[in-house]
């Protein structure tokens, strides 16, 4: 599983993934993340980071609750002229959602906009989208 880590509670870390799957010709939903939360997991993860996962069993519930087999944090990005990294850009942008409900959040899009010195980060909830801008300091 590749994804971005949501949430970071002692040694288990929930990972959202990057990508969404498209179950809407079977009835399901159109834009669907599979998220799991993984006990287990190296020290010093922080919420942000891309990662890719390796598990085995999956206790069927949403999000889903597995132990991390091997977990290796992908190089965050830094765009040219830019402070922040990718990682950095979405910690903050979801530390900045204010929301009750944090559980399954996917991140949706992430890009630097250099003419803005600034990060637009597209969070998904559900059916909802949020928009963020994390200046980039």
């Known amino acids: 599983m590749e ?6 509670e002692g040694d288990r870390i929930l990972v959202v993934e990057s990508k969404a799957q498209d179950f809407s010709s079977t009835g399901g939903q159109e834009e669907f993340y599979s998220a799991i939360w993984f006990s287990k997991a190296p020290e010093n993860m922080k919420i942000g980071q ?24 992908l190089p965050s990005e830094r765009p040219e002229n830019a402070d922040l990294n990718e990682a950095e850009a979405i910690r903050k942008a979801i530390e900045a959602h ?40």
Do not use: H, R
């Open 50 to 73: 891309k990662v890719q996962v390796w598990f085995d069993i999956v206790a069927e519930s949403y999000p889903g609750q597995s132990e991390a087999k091997k977990v290796v944090v």
């Open 3 to 8: 994804g971005y880590v949501i949430n970071v």
């Open 98 to 137: 204010d929301s009750e409900y944090m559980g399954v959040t996917a991140v949706k899009e992430v890009s630097y906009e250099a003419g803005k010195d600034a990060w637009e980060v597209v969070l998904k909830q559900e059916a909802e989208e949020y928009e963020i801008v994390v200046k980039d300091e």
